[in-house]
Every structure is written in structure tokens, then in C-alpha cells.
């Protein structure tokens, strides 16, 4: 899982709660990712940024807000907003200089819905 | 629009046999390929990539993948396979001339190798 940590690996969320998913790297990577991961439908984009103090929505950005103050980390809230929020959530991050775009991927936070 | 096909859910074959996991691709430019692997409750471990040159790319634990630009495939290959082997695997592609740098991912191929 290379330099990109993400804590904490499980979390439990009542509904109606907000709740932030925190990811780490040291690897000075300049563009981190956001994905969600459900059985049999891959990973789907959240959010990205490409540089400090910048971020894109991605194709299923709707109920979900980042920051990315520091270079370091890339947090995602999951709000109330998000309907179905249960699923597995994964951070990534790449060079931006890196065109062919390698990214490096943390171990995950399983966030579940009570 | 760009997008990447794993037509399998799963696919099984016994220790020792080869495999083939298959991969088809569609975008508007010329492809950035790349095979990434994922354990359970883990993330994803990136395996090889096609970027030019050789169609045949050679990666970590003994696969390869076979860029094919007439089919548009990628297909990634082992020669033998070990229960280790045994995960979700994941084909992922980027447009050369999409600036946003996205990579979009394929729906995972589950692998089972039977003892």
C-alpha cells in the first residue's frame, strides 16, 4: 500500500451523521483521488485534485465534500446528503508530472451505515 | 467517452494452468493500459502497465499483458497459476490526450485458482 495511509479501516456511521475519512501520503505526490467501491461495479471516481487548494468533482461527487489544504492529505466528508453511503472507500495518489498517471493506492476505510 | 469492459465476473482455473483475465477498452486517443490487483479488505497493488513499444508488457508476480490495438484489448496472462494468485483484478485505462489525468477502471474480474 506504498506511502499512503487512511484511517480508521472501519467506521460506523448512524444516519443522519456527517462523518470524514482521513488519507495520508508521503510519497509528494501532487494529484490525489477519491473512489468508491461496491461488489460488481469497479471503482467510481468521488473527487480529485491535481494541486494544493484545488479539487474536481468526479462522476459521483453528490452528497460527498474534500479539502486539500496541505499537499499531505486529501480528507473526504461523507454528509447526510449521501444516500447510500455504505460501501468501501479508497485514496489514491500520482505524480502530476507522471503523464501516463500510475496511481498508488491506500488500504481502504469500509464505512458502514447502522 | 472512454470506458473499459472486464467481461467476466470470475474466472476459475486450476493450480499450475495458465490464465487469462480479458480486458477491452474503448477511448477517443491512443490508451495509457494498466492491471492493478486488490486483496481482500486491502487496496489496490499495481501489476504492470502498457504505455508504447512492445505490445507484450511483463509485470510483478510473473504476469504479462498483451496490448492489442486492433481488438482494443489488453488481456493480462500468467503462464502458471498459484492459489496465491487467487483475487480481484482490476484493468484501468487513461486517454492520452485527456487532460484530466482520470483513469477509469473496469468492474474487477474475481480470479480463483483451485488447488
Known amino acids: 500500500d506504498g506511502g499512503i495511509t487512511q484511517s480508521p479501516k472501519y467506521l460506523f456511521r448512524k444516519e443522519g451523521q456527517n462523518v470524514t475519512l482521513s488519507c495520508e501520503q508521503n510519497l509528494n505526490h501532487d494529484a490525489m483521488y477519491w473512489y468508491r467501491q461496491d461488489p460488481g461495479q469497479g471503482l467510481r471516481l468521488i473527487y480529485y485534485?491535481?494541486?494544493?487548494?484545488?479539487?474536481q468533482k468526479g462522476d459521483i461527487a453528490e452528497g460527498y465534500s474534500v479539502s486539500r489544504e496541505k499537499k499531505e492529505s486529501f480528507p473526504l466528508t461523507v454528509t447526510s446528503a449521501q444516500k447510500n453511503p455504505t460501501a468501501f472507500y479508497l485514496c489514491?495518489?500520482?505524480?502530476?508530472?507522471?503523464?501516463?498517471?500510475?496511481?498508488?493506492f491506500g488500504p481502504g476505510t469500509r464505512l458502514t451505515v447502522l | 467517452a472512454q470506458s473499459v469492459a472486464q467481461p467476466e465476473d470470475q474466472v476459475n482455473v486450476a493450480e499450475g494452468n495458465p490464465l487469462t483475465v480479458k480486458c477491452t477498452y474503448s477511448v477517443s486517443g491512443n490508451p495509457y493500459l494498466f492491471w492493478y490487483v486488490q486483496y481482500p479488505n486491502r487496496g489496490l497493488q499495481f501489476l504492470l502497465k502498457?504505455?508504447?513499444?512492445?505490445?507484450l508488457v511483463k509485470g510483478s508476480y510473473g504476469f504479462e499483458a498483451e496490448f492489442n490495438k486492433s481488438q482494443t484489448s489488453f488481456h493480462l496472462k500468467k503462464p502458471s497459476a498459484l492459489v496465491s494468485d487467487s483475487a480481484l483484478y482490476f484493468c484501468?485505462?487513461?486517454?492520452?490526450?485527456?487532460?484530466?489525468?482520470?483513469?477509469?477502471f473496469g468492474s474487477g474480474t474475481r480470479l480463483l485458482v483451485r488447488p
Open positions: 485534485s491535481q494541486i494544493v487548494n484545488d479539487f
Open positions: 489514491a495518489s500520482s505524480l502530476r508530472t507522471d503523464q501516463y498517471n500510475e496511481q498508488f
Open positions: 502498457y504505455i508504447t513499444g512492445d505490445n
Open positions: 484501468a485505462v487513461r486517454d492520452r490526450m485527456d487532460s484530466s489525468y482520470k483513469l477509469i
